[in-house]
């Protein structure tokens, strides 16, 4: 696929959405649309290679087969056996600028296709890492053949001081009777941009099961939009964002019920300190016809800080009557009473926010849905935990 | 179930009890908008420049602004030069000074609506200024407020004798260009409410006002504002019913609540505009504007409301709570059928320290009729303490029926504590076969359980109101399960 001119990409860059729409009602891409836009009057060559080796803490303590894709590109892939890895023919235009924009410019589009039940889970290492502004591009589809079931953990990093963006698109399609578990983990770097697009097609008697942590990037915007189409599907998501200084995350999600009988659930939470803004929106349509649809969304939230503010949207829309759709959302902070009990039997403050805070993310720790990351997963997150609280202002002082 | 689908059918397809009109001469402008029309409507109430200046301002920004299209609702777009902007009742000039004056086939009307005028009036101790069409036709029970000090009249005779009272609060809390259709009604306001409780006085009766819209093609664009001072108390009922019509009527209210220091105002509202028929013909168009402004400290505004009727809604009573510990309240059931729709629900703007806010919205949806509850909570970065609570629960009745909830949360306080519930479900098959098998009929079993899901918004009607609301409710939906 030739790349477009350069026109045509910043006519494309300049059709970002924008606070007016709805769906970004929270998010400004602003800092995506600038990072594309010098990238582009930069005119970089060949993008340097990434250095795999710095993530390498993470393939090695997740024991999974991994595929690296250094700023967009296939490096290194030993798919284990019923798994195998080409290119894909085509990538869809899809229905968005940033889909457009992805499209235009990926060079691999990566498709994966698991035959049979797999043990060892693949890992996609995303990382991208410039000494210059760039923008990677990365398309990747995970096919699951009828009957067939593996684990997928996408762990996405950044390294370098430049202005990076990164755009991702991951598609699951779920054959019949097949389950596909999927953990994805945000690590980027502090001052980068993300905004990735996971698109899932469950099929009949299929099950997803899904666990995102978001814990770097400046400006990050995930979706997942998760089709319903056959009856019988299980769909079952959690997501955590972890959220300091200088930080934005916005989590779309849209679970399309076209049939029933089927179920969904979702679970975000997330933990905010110091000046941050985090975004969820959860939306769950039942379509007319789909009866006997089962849609739970929870979203929970610790807000610790004066500067942080959360925008929390749980939306339902429902065109039938045989069904059963609730959502809760909770904005709070650390119960005093809980932090006094612990500091009486002597931990310090900090020790004490540490361990209430982590006992919040853990819930989702522990239904990680691919064993071999658990571990990793939780120590990913107490290093992260401990940084935040760090900051956390002490109110008796 | 052949017979049981056949029954309910008969039941859903019950007509609007209320569905008449009264040949009473009136003389309306004809159709169209431009700013002759604002000051034909101005200089027919004998307004004051002031007011005229106000009005033809709000219908300029009017003429800058586009019609929100964001709710969730759908109908062709309204030729708003195709409507009259004034009707009055014919003896407009000679104004009945007592219920003895009033046209008698008006009062008819209110009889065949089941609300004899000054019988319910006296019986229930309750005054009620009776809208009908655009202008106020009764006033009654004055003496008695007037001796505690309250103003309870029309809008027309608050401009014309209590200008200081109307010219400071009037717009404070929906500008003029706070929307589409606040603009619209701040230009062209037929009539209305206006209600002013002096300082410490408890507001000695409730106060109510009944509307109905009796002429065709005429828009009813009612201005409500009610202040309560430092430390008064008033509970304010608005209850509605009209006749049926063909084509529809646009009915753009605005409702201003002022609450100072101390001081509660309770704001109940009963709506049963015509929806229209089984096909979605005729019907209200209701897009109102209603905002409480909880000014002062300790201040609480309530507001509870039973919307059964209206072919489209859209409406969402807010509450700004700028004052330390002010409390806002929303209570609603809201009841679509047919092809109604309604995109309603609340704004709880925490501002001050110390506030908070109750939401309760019950939603029934059956028929081919689409709701949606729609809900904005913002704590301010200043509103320490804040603390809300939402329960928004929806019943479907029906396979083509909608239900949708879209609840925004903007919380930028860390000492906030917001929680957000919400559910959707029909009937269980369970709890009805439950009451089948101890011998209630169907109707019964779910009149039973939908005034149960009701429960919690009824309690907070006063008495006369949540008969009406009961009833009404039995009206749009006996045994409408299947």
Same mark, same amino acid.
């Given at each position: 696929?030739?790349?477009?001119?350069?026109?045509?990409?910043?006519?494309?860059?300049?059709?970002?959405?924008?606070?007016?729409?709805?769906?970004?009602?929270?998010?400004?891409?602003?800092?995506?649309?600038?990072?594309?836009?010098?990238?582009?009057?930069?005119?970089?060559?060949?993008?340097?290679?990434?250095?795999?080796?710095?993530?390498?803490?993470?393939?090695?303590?997740?024991?999974?087969?991994?595929?690296?894709?250094?700023?967009?590109?296939?490096?290194?892939?030993?798919?284990?056996?019923?798994?195998?890895?080409?290119?894909?023919?085509?990538?869809?235009?899809?229905?968005?600028?940033?889909?457009?924009?992805?499209?235009?410019?990926?060079?691999?589009?990566?498709?994966?296709?698991?035959? &049979?039940?797999?043990?060892?889970?693949?890992?996609?290492?995303?990382?991208?890492?410039?000494?210059?502004?760039?923008?990677?591009?990365?398309?990747?589809?995970?096919?699951?053949?009828?009957?067939?079931?593996?684990?997928?953990?996408?762990?996405?990093?950044?390294?370098?001081?430049?202005?990076?963006?990164?755009?991702?698109?991951?598609?699951?399609?779920?054959?019949?009777?097949?389950?596909?578990?999927?953990?994805?983990?945000?690590?980027?770097?502090?001052?980068?941009?993300?905004?990735?697009?996971?698109?899932?097609?469950?099929?009949?008697?299929?099950?997803?099961?899904?666990?995102?942590?978001?814990?770097?990037?400046?400006?990050?915007?995930?979706?997942?939009?998760?089709?319903?189409?056959?009856?019988?599907?299980?769909?079952?998501?959690?997501?955590?964002?972890?959220?300091?200084?200088?930080?934005?995350?916005?989590?779309?999600?849209?679970?399309?019920?076209?049939?029933?009988?089927?179920?969904?659930?979702?679970?975000?939470?997330?933990?905010?300190?110091?000046?941050?803004?985090?975004?969820?929106?959860?939306?769950?349509?039942?379509?007319?016809?789909?009866?006997?649809?089962?849609?739970?969304?929870?979203?929970?939230?610790?807000?610790?800080?004066?500067?942080?503010?959360?925008?929390?949207?749980?939306?339902?829309?429902?065109?039938?009557?045989?069904?059963?759709?609730?959502?809760?959302?909770?904005? &709070?902070?650390?119960?005093?009473?809980?932090?006094?009990?612990?500091?009486?039997?002597?931990?310090?403050?900090?020790?004490?926010?540490?361990?209430?805070?982590?006992?919040?993310?853990?819930?989702?720790?522990?239904?990680?849905?691919?064993?071999?990351?658990?571990?990793?997963?939780?120590?990913?997150?107490?290093?992260?935990?401990?940084?935040?609280?760090?900051?956390?202002?002490?109110?008796?002082? | 179930?052949?017979?049981?689908?056949?029954?309910?059918?008969?039941?859903?397809?019950?007509?609007?009890?209320?569905?008449?009109?009264?040949?009473?001469?009136?003389?309306?402008?004809?159709?169209?908008?431009?700013?002759?029309?604002?000051? $034909?409507? =101005?200089?027919?109430?004998?307004?004051?420049?002031?007011?005229?200046?106000?009005?033809?301002?709000?219908?300029?920004?009017?003429?800058?602004?586009?019609?929100?299209?964001?709710?969730?609702?759908?109908?062709?777009?309204?030729?708003?030069?195709?409507?009259?902007?004034?009707?009055?009742?014919?003896?407009?000039?000679?104004?009945?000074?007592?219920?003895?004056?009033?046209?008698?086939?008006?009062?008819?009307?209110?009889?065949?609506?089941?609300?004899?005028?000054?019988?319910? $009036?006296?019986?229930?101790?309750?005054?009620?200024?009776?809208?009908?069409?655009?202008?106020?036709?009764?006033?009654?029970?004055?003496?008695?407020?007037?001796?505690?000090?309250?103003?309870? +009249?029309?809008?027309?005779?608050?401009?014309?004798?209590?200008?200081? *009272?109307?010219?400071? #609060?009037?717009?404070?809390?929906?500008?003029?260009?706070?929307?589409?259709?606040?603009?619209?009604?701040?230009?062209?306001?037929?009539?209305?409410?206006?209600?002013?409780?002096?300082?410490?006085?408890?507001?000695?009766?409730?106060?109510?006002?009944?509307?109905?819209?009796?002429?065709?093609?005429?828009?009813?664009?009612?201005?409500?504002?009610?202040?309560?001072?430092?430390?008064?108390?008033?509970?304010?009922?608005?209850?509605?019913?009209?006749?049926?019509?063909?084509?529809?009527?646009?009915?753009?209210?605005?409702?201003? *609540?002022?609450?100072?220091?101390?001081?509660?105002?309770?704001?109940?509202?009963?709506?049963?505009?015509?929806?229209?028929?089984?096909?979605?013909?005729?019907?209200? #168009?209701?897009?109102?504007?209603?905002?409480?402004?909880?000014?002062?400290?300790?201040?609480?505004?309530?507001?509870?409301?039973?919307?059964?009727?209206?072919?489209?809604?859209?409406?969402?009573?807010?509450?700004?709570?700028?004052?330390?510990? =002010?409390?806002?309240?929303?209570?609603?059931?809201?009841?679509?059928?047919?092809?109604?729709?309604?995109?309603?629900?609340?704004?709880?703007?925490?501002? %001050?320290?110390?506030? =908070?806010?109750?939401?309760?919205?019950?939603?029934?949806?059956?028929?081919?009729?689409?709701?949606?509850?729609?809900?904005?909570?913002?704590?301010?970065?200043?509103?320490?303490?804040?603390?809300?609570?939402?329960?928004?629960?929806?019943?479907?009745? %029906?396979?083509?029926?909608?239900?949708?909830?879209?609840?925004?949360?903007?919380?930028?306080?860390?000492? $906030?504590?917001?929680?957000?519930?919400?559910?959707?479900?029909?009937?269980?098959?369970?709890?009805?076969?439950? +009451?089948?098998?101890?011998?209630?009929?169907?109707?019964?079993?779910?009149?039973?359980?939908?005034?149960?899901? +009701?429960?919690?918004?009824?309690?907070? *009607?006063?008495?006369?109101?949540?008969?009406?609301?009961?009833?009404?409710?039995?009206?749009? *939906?006996?045994?409408?399960?299947?």
């Amino acid at each position: 696929m030739s790349r477009p001119s350069d026109d045509k990409l910043r006519e494309i860059v300049a059709r970002f959405p924008t606070t007016r729409e709805e769906d970004w009602k929270y998010t400004d891409l602003s800092r995506a649309r600038d990072i594309a836009a010098r990238w582009l009057e930069e005119k970089p060559a060949a993008a340097a290679s990434a250095s795999p080796d710095r993530a390498a803490a993470i393939t090695d303590s997740i024991d999974a087969a991994w595929l690296v894709i250094a700023n967009g590109e296939l490096q290194t892939s030993r798919p284990p056996d019923g798994v195998t890895v080409g290119k894909v023919d085509y990538i869809p235009l899809g229905d968005s600028a940033l889909a457009e924009f992805n499209a235009a410019l990926v060079s691999d589009g990566i498709r994966i296709r698991v035959s &049979g039940k797999v043990s060892t889970p693949i890992g996609l290492l995303l990382i991208d890492s410039a000494e210059r502004t760039s923008v990677s591009q990365a398309y990747v589809e995970i096919e699951f053949d009828d009957g067939a079931s593996a684990g997928v953990i996408e762990y996405h990093a950044s390294r370098g001081r430049a202005d990076q963006y990164a755009n991702t698109f991951v598609t699951f399609g779920i054959g019949e009777a097949a389950s596909a578990s999927h953990v994805r983990i945000q690590d980027r770097g502090r001052q980068h941009v993300q905004t990735s697009k996971t698109r899932v097609r469950v099929g009949k008697d299929a099950s997803f099961s899904s666990a995102s942590f978001d814990l770097g990037g400046c400006l990050v915007r995930n979706d997942i939009d998760i089709d319903i189409a056959r009856p019988g599907a299980d769909v079952s998501f959690d997501g955590l964002y972890l959220a300091g200084d200088g930080q934005h995350i916005d989590n779309h999600t849209r679970v399309d019920h076209r049939v029933g009988p089927a179920t969904s659930r979702q679970e975000y939470r997330g933990i905010l300190n110091g000046r941050c803004r985090c975004v969820w929106n959860g939306k769950a349509i039942v379509h007319e016809g789909a009866d006997g649809t089962d849609a739970d969304q929870a979203n929970h939230n610790l807000l610790l800080s004066e500067k942080a503010e959360i925008d929390a949207k749980p939306e339902l829309e429902i065109y039938t009557d045989d069904v059963k759709c609730s959502h809760g959302t909770t904005v &709070g902070q650390l119960d005093e009473t809980a932090l006094f009990y612990l500091r009486s039997r002597g931990l310090d403050r900090n020790a004490a926010i540490q361990v209430l805070t982590h006992a919040f993310a853990a819930g989702l720790v522990t239904r990680v849905p691919v064993p071999a990351a658990r571990d990793a997963v939780s120590s990913l997150i107490e290093r992260r935990l401990e940084e935040l609280a760090v900051t956390i202002e002490d109110e008796e002082s | 179930m052949a017979t049981e689908t056949e029954q309910l059918e008969s039941l859903v397809n019950r007509r609007y009890e209320h569905g008449f009109v009264t040949d009473i001469a009136t003389e309306s402008l004809p159709p169209g908008l431009d700013e002759d029309v604002v000051r $034909a409507i =101005s200089a027919r109430k004998n307004e004051p420049q002031w007011l005229l200046e106000w009005r033809l301002q709000a219908y300029r920004q009017w003429l800058e602004m586009d019609e929100p299209e964001w709710a969730h609702v759908h109908y062709p777009k309204i030729d708003y030069n195709a409507i009259s902007y004034f009707a009055a009742p014919k003896s407009d000039d000679d104004r009945p000074k007592s219920l003895d004056e009033v046209d008698p086939k008006l009062l008819e009307t209110y009889d065949k609506l089941g609300i004899p005028l000054h019988e319910r $009036a006296r019986l229930a101790g309750v005054a009620v200024d009776a809208v009908f069409d655009s202008v106020s036709v009764a006033t009654t029970f004055k003496e008695k407020l007037s001796e505690a000090g309250v103003i309870f +009249c029309s809008f027309s005779e608050a401009v014309a004798e209590h200008p200081e *009272l109307v010219r400071q #609060y009037l717009g404070s809390v929906v500008p003029r260009r706070d929307n589409y259709f606040a603009a619209l009604n701040s230009a062209v306001f037929s009539d209305g409410s206006f209600v002013y409780v002096p300082k410490g006085v408890r507001c000695p009766m409730e106060l109510s006002t009944y509307f109905r819209i009796n002429a065709a093609n005429t828009g009813q664009f009612e201005r409500t504002l009610v202040v309560a001072d430092e430390g008064s108390y008033v509970s304010y009922l608005e209850g509605c019913t009209a006749p049926m019509r063909d084509e529809n009527q646009l009915h753009a209210a605005v409702v201003e *609540l002022v609450a100072l220091e101390d001081a509660e105002i309770k704001y109940s509202t009963v709506q049963n505009w015509y929806p229209g028929d089984e096909n979605g013909k005729g019907g209200i #168009y209701n897009f109102v504007t209603k905002r409480g402004d909880c000014r002062g400290a300790n201040s609480k505004i309530s507001w509870t409301q039973v919307e059964t009727g209206s072919a489209i809604t859209w409406k969402y009573p807010s509450c700004l709570l700028r004052g330390a510990n =002010s409390v806002g309240e929303f209570y609603s059931v809201a009841v679509t059928n047919n092809l109604q729709q309604a995109d309603t629900g609340t704004k709880m703007i925490h501002i %001050g320290p110390n506030t =908070s806010s109750t939401i309760v919205s019950k939603g029934i949806s059956a028929g081919r009729a689409q709701q949606a509850y729609r809900g904005l909570v913002k704590v301010m970065p200043q509103a320490r303490g804040a603390r809300n609570h939402t329960q928004c629960d929806s019943l479907l009745i %029906g396979k083509d029926c909608g239900a949708h909830t879209f609840p925004y949360m903007e919380i930028r306080n860390p000492s $906030a504590k917001v929680e957000h519930e919400a559910t959707t479900s029909k009937i269980s098959a369970n709890q009805l076969f439950y +009451c089948r098998q101890r011998g209630i009929s169907e109707e019964d079993a779910v009149n039973m359980i939908v005034n149960g899901f +009701c429960k919690e918004v009824f309690k907070e *009607l006063p008495m006369e109101f949540a008969v009406e609301a009961q009833a009404l409710l039995n009206v749009s *939906l006996e045994g409408a399960v299947g």
